[in-house]
Structure formats: C-alpha cells, structure tokens
C-alpha cells in the first residue's frame, strides 16, 4: 500500500444528520486504506448511529462526551488536535458550522476544531433552506476566509422529501478530497500534469461508434496518484465507466479529434504529458447525419486517419506515452518512443492475464529515453502509477 492515507492520523467529526449513514462508509474506507480515524461524535449524531458501530468500523475508542467521568478519553480530544494529520467533519449540520464560526468549544469535536492546527475540512448536510439562510452562508464564507475548507453540498434528493443542494457529498468524493489535502506539500507539489484517459469514441453516424476495450483505470489512478502527490492535474477523459475524480480538473472529450484539442490546451505550461488514453487510430472519413439503415447488401465504412496527439503536443514538458501490445512488446515500444521523442514509455502486453482491459492489476515496463529498460511485476494500476510518477519526478529534477 503507497497511498498517501497510509498511517495518517484523521479526526472524523460526525454530526447530527441523517447523512451519518454515510460517515460510517467514509470511517471504513479510511480505515480499510490504512489510516488511523478516531471518531469524535455530536450528542446529535449518537442519535442517528450508535458509537460502537464506529467503534467496530475504526477499531479505535469513539469520543462521544468531554465531561464523562468515566472516560480515559476526557481530555484526549486535545491530544487528538495535536496529532491530527487532518479534521474532516462529515455530515456538518448548520448547527455545527455556526458554533465553528462563532469559536464555542462547548463539545469535544468543537473543542478538538479550536485546538488543531490541521487542516479542517467540512461536508455540510442540512435542508436546503437552511444552508441557503445568510446566517449559514456568513458562517460558511467566516470559516473559509480562516482558512477552513468546505467541500460540497451535493444537490439531489434531501431526506424531508425535496430536492436541492444539501445532500453530503458521496464518499469517493470526500476521500479523493481528504487525500488531496494530505497530499498538498508531496513532491509533485507545484508541477502540474497532464493525463489522458479512456477510450476515444469515433462517430459512425448519430448512435454508432468506433472505439476500443480501454477502461480508463490506468489514467484515472495516475490522475489519483499525481493529485496525492501534490500536482495540479488536468484529466482528459474519453467516456469511461468511472466516477469523476475529485479536487481535480477534469475534461470530458469524445473523440480523437476532441482529444487533441483538449490535451494540446491543457499542456499549456504544463511539466508533463501522460497519455494513457487509448486513442483511435482511425475515424469515419463521413459521419452520416442520420442512423444508416441496413439493406440486404454488406456495408463498407471508409476511414481514415486521427491526429496523433503524442506527435503534435510539442513544448518544454516531459511527454510519457503507453504502449499496449499483444506481440514485440519492447521492439514496438521502443520503436514508439523514437517516432513519437518520448521521454518514458509505458509498455504493456494486454494479452497477459492481469494486464488487459479493464483490469485493476497491470504488468509493464518502463522504457526510457536512452533505452534502459525496467521491469516491474504485476501490481495495482494504483502502485503502477506511483512507479511511473517516480520517473517523471525523476525526470522533472
Ligand atoms: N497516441 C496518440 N494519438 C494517437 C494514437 C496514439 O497520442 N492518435 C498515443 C497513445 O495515447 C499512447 C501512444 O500514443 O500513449 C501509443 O499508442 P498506440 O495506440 O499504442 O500506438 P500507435 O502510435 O497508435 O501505433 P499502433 O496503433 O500502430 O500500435
């Protein structure tokens, strides 16, 4: 495991919306990638969940009360602030937010917030009445200008039945922000990257398309991995199944036409240029206007070439291509990084087990400039993506 949660110390703080259901799933993902969550709760939240289901989840003592007698914990919430990596507080009521604003420290997460010098971060839910009321708006813009950050509400459906903004970010979202704030000051801090990913789509006519078997999976987990190592990073996605990442920018395209424009915008100033994308070779040479009809004779689609993104994207920046290949893996990969005046390129033999479309696991090599050549063993795409992140932090010096 090399992510960047890894042996973090985080304060969850849980207040008293019906969204705790989902802080329990934010405690286990936490934990589950290796970071230690101590629980602080809201009398409120201990109404909506009990303590132990933290408890089980976190396998850490839970602080529900600063003033129980009985508890070891009663003044660890200050020990807690000292040696927070991190404070998110998700589900934060209008409540919460306003005694953050005004400085109470009346419950152990309100104390604990005075206390740290972490970075804190708050998911807001509440109805959305409430969080539009100026009274939580100046709460909102009081806290941000001191420096605490807020991500979300989500819109969508509320629990009183209405739709709106309120709704606590999902989960993903509120890790990937959680890993990017810890991930500020890493050693990509100030470089920004640029990746592509997925598929590219070429139209055949309005509901057909040409395209390949690329999951994205690789892309995204670099964009990830280059985010928690403190870079600012575009992501030019071709449609894929997956979730946006969050605290990134994200930049969806189509086609390899519309993927060239984007990715040529984007390395802009930019340090480097990932193209993990698999982009079409080919497209229609006429996009019918119309869906073509089928008639008792075969059909015959003329294509021809896309623009190649790796070729054209020229500038100061380190370009990284991928090479996925089912036979002469290093001849073809090499050969691609000359044509193409690669810095690094990324080979991959799709037809092994572990390593084809769609997969989490991927085995490559890594062939660089002056032709060395580096080995590494099926692994995640995630572990993959910090090796390739290593060359390019290499390379950048
Ligand atoms: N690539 C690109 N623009 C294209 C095609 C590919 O920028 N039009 C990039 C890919 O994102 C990848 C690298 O070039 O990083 C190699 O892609 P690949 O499809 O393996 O190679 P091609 O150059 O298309 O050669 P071939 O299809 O003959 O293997």
């Not at 985080?10 to 230690?36: E, F, M, P, R």
């Not at 100046?138 to 979300?152: A, C, P, Q, S, Y």
């Not at 789509?201 to 892309?219: F, L, W, Y």
């Not at 280059?226 to 990073?233: E, F, I, L, Q, T």
């Amino acid at each position: 495991m090399t992510g960047v949660l890894q042996g973090k110390n985080l304060v969850l703080g849980v207040t008293g919306s019906i969204a705790c259901y989902k802080a329990l799933d934010l405690a286990s993902k936490l934990t589950q990638a290796g970071a230690n969550v101590d629980t602080i709760m809201s009398y409120g939240a201990t109404q909506f969940i009990p303590p132990l289901a933290f408890r089980s989840l976190t396998h850490r003592p839970v602080i529900v009360d600063t003033f129980d007698p009985d508890s070891e914990l009663s003044i660890e919430h200050v020990q807690l602030a000292e040696k927070a990596d991190l404070v998110v507080v998700a589900p934060a009521t209008a409540h919460f937010i306003a005694k953050v604003a005004w400085g109470f420290a009346d419950d152990p997460l309100t104390t604990t917030i005075l206390a740290t010098t972490a970075p804190v971060l708050i998911a807001p839910a509440m109805d959305g009445h409430m969080y539009e009321n100026q009274a939580t708006q100046d709460n909102i813009e009081k806290l941000k200008t001191r420096g605490i950050r807020f991500v979300g509400p989500a819109s969508g459906h509320l629990a009183s039945g209405l739709t709106g903004i309120g709704r606590l970010v999902e989960v993903p979202q509120l890790v990937g922000h959680i890993s990017a704030l810890l991930g500020r000051d890493g050693d990509l801090a100030g470089r920004t990257i640029v990746v592509s990913a997925g598929g590219t789509q070429e139209a055949i006519d309005p509901v057909r398309v040409i395209t390949n078997h690329s999951s994205g999976k690789m892309g995204y987990a670099l964009a990830e991995a280059a985010r928690d190592r403190g870079a600012r990073v575009v992501l030019v996605s071709a449609p894929t199944g997956l979730d946006d990442p969050a605290a990134l920018e994200v930049v969806k395209v189509r086609s390899a036409s519309e993927m060239r424009d984007a990715v040529l915008e984007a390395v802009k100033g930019a340090d480097a240029l990932v193209m993990a994308a698999a982009v079409a070779d080919y497209q229609p040479a006429d996009v019918s206007d119309q869906k073509i009809k089928k008639d008792s004779s075969a059909l015959t689609i003329e294509l021809e070439r896309t623009p190649d993104i790796l070729m054209e994207a020229q500038g100061s920046f380190l370009k990284i291509g991928f090479a996925a290949e089912t036979e002469e893996l290093l001849a073809n990969a090499k050969d691609k990084l000359d044509r193409k005046a690669l810095d690094l390129i990324v080979a991959n033999d799709v037809s092994k087990e572990g390593s084809g479309f769609g997969a989490d696991t991927n085995k490559v090599t890594l062939v660089g400039k002056s032709g060395e050549v580096e080995d590494l063993p099926l692994m995640s795409k995630h572990d993959v993506a910090h090796r390739i992140l290593d060359r390019v932090k290499a390379l950048l010096g």
